[in-house]
């Protein structure tokens, strides 16, 4: 194979932790997906992977355990669902993420999630960025996932019939969280795109390599930001009206939506194709990824919705009771610090009634990927300790939320031991 692994970031591929093996991460625009792809997945994992798919807190899939040899194939198949992986990572304009599933609005931003994906999605223009870009639309601002995206698109209602979003910048968390910022308010709909090119050249333009727009903008400060965002002739561009039929996959949620609990987002082949025959028969052939690693699905008005909740215990899934959010740390993960899913079943075997009512996340390393300043408990693994017998220990931060956008820091510097002791005083 010629391309080079710096090429591999773009069609979605990371390298896994054990040698000779990659990660394939599968964009699902706003993290729907149909049952017929999500049984592509499913074979894809078994025939290539190991059986496993790992879902992320942005509403994408990832099957691991893939060899060099086959990620052409993969890719080949994918391509056949109708699935992409390109810019799943690296320096592109990753997933196009939605927080807000169950909302009423959310075959509005659907649809813009849509033309958004269609848009950047291998657009030569904004590949190769510094790092990656990510956009998220919103419904509703509950979740405040627009606030940890490049850019975040929140739905202000709509006026003549065009919706309006506000849109926000420059969010992220990471090492250092930084919640987005207020860059125009009411865009109409037709001027989201022209506006994120715009936001994207300037980012491409002055960002050194491998920071992210946070970064530039934390450097030359917000008003030279809009200067040179003013600067760009699509800032102002307003694109024709799109007609035609609607493209949003799923009808409005309203009280009919279900949800499937994915303990740590660890799903098995198996468990995805039962999830896909579930979909086939209550959920109008879709399936959605949630921000919380589960799967959910909007179950069509003529069914009744007690019924499908049982046949969703009978097919061997609860209705996801603890929220906590997991990514593969250490068992997968190059970056990763800390056995992430050893530490997650522990913590929730120790965890109290108090506990399970409150949302958890964990991160294997700084790079924050479940978003624990979003949890109302968060946990990142800070760093390695050396210890006098050479062994390296992890050590985690943790964050509780209180009134502030993200949670604040409660404590550093932990040792295992200390955070469990921690937790446990949580409940
Ligand atoms: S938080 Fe760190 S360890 Fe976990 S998936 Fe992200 S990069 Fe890997």
Known sequence: MSSTVSDYRLDGIYRQRQEGFFMQRVKLTAGVISAGQARAVAALSTRFGQGNIHLTTRGSLEIHWIRENDLAEVKRSLLAAGLTSRGA?????????????????FPTVETLARRIHRHFTANPRFERLPKKFKIGVEADASSRRHL??????????????????????????????????????????????????????????????????????????????????????????????????????????GLRRIVAGVLAGELTSDQLLALADFADRWGGGFLVATVDQDIAFHVDQTLDPARAAGALEQAGFSRGEVCLRVCPGSHLCLAGLSSTRD????????????????????????????QPQLAEVGIVTSGLVRSEDGQRSPRFDLYRSGDDAFGRLAESNLTLDQLYGKLRQIG
């Open 89 to 105: 990572c690296g320096g592109a304009v990753r997933g196009v993420t939605c927080a807000s599933q169950g909302a009423l609005g």
């Open 148 to 253: 940890i995206q490049d850019v975040g698109l929140l739905l202000a209602g709509s006026h003549d019939g065009v919706a309006r979003y506000d849109l926000f910048v420059a969010g992220g968390l990471g090492r250092e969280p930084q919640p987005g910022f207020l860059f125009e308010s009411g865009v109409s709909e037709n001027r989201v795109i022209p506006l994120i090119e715009a936001i994207a050249r300037v980012y491409a333009a002055h960002t050194p390599p491998g920071k992210r727009l946070k970064h530039l903008v934390g450097s030359i400060g917000e008003p030279e930001f809009r200067r040179l965002v003013a600067q760009e002739p699509s800032a102002v561009e307003e694109l024709p009206p799109v007609t035609g039929l609607p493209e949003n996959l799923l009808p409005p949620a």
């Open 343 to 370: 530490i997650a079943a522990n913590v929730l075997e120790g965890m109290g009634p108090a506990g399970r009512g409150l949302s958890w996340a964990l991160s294997g390393c700084p790079n924050s990927c479940t």
